[in-house]
């Protein structure tokens, strides 16, 4: 059975750093996108970053651009999400998810038109001022 798993999420400053990661096993997922989206209460859940299996394709939701930095280990089957200059709004659950779609239909998914095939748990993070 296919798993997302992350970690990595915590409390940490405002300007601070943070690394999660997201653990794939089961089914190869060597054909597939994998991303970040976070979901803060009260709110959708939002694209973060998506990167290809292979690592040449990436993309990144304006709000964490240039701050946020998406990148995979295909030995270790696992995604990492290195988030610099933290913002107290960048607080959330954060989530993996794959889709062998590819790295632009996994950038679009959305609740109403959704393209991601599998989920992780989430992991908490929190920035605080």
């Known amino acids: 059975q296919a798993q997302l798993l992350e970690s990595g999420g915590r409390l940490v400053q405002a300007g601070g750093s943070l690394r999660l990661s997201c653990a794939a096993s089961?089914?190869?997922?060597?054909?597939?996108?994998l991303g970040w989206f976070r979901q803060a209460p009260g709110e959708e859940r939002e694209f973060v970053a998506a990167?290809?299996?292979?690592?040449?394709?990436?993309a990144y939701a304006d709000a964490v651009k240039g701050r946020f930095t998406i990148s995979r280990d295909t030995a270790r089957n696992t995604v990492y999400l290195q988030m610099n200059s933290l913002k107290p709004e960048d607080t959330a659950v954060y989530y993996c998810?794959?889709?062998?779609?590819?790295?632009?239909?996994?950038?679009?998914?959305?609740?109403?038109?959704?393209?991601?095939?599998?989920w992780g748990q989430g992991t908490q993070v929190t920035v605080s001022s």
């Open positions: 990167v290809s299996w292979g690592g040449s394709t990436t």
């Open positions: 998810a794959a889709t062998p779609s590819g790295v632009v239909p996994l950038a679009k998914h959305t609740p109403q038109h959704p393209t991601a095939d599998y």
């Open positions: 089961g089914p190869s997922f060597s054909d597939y996108a």
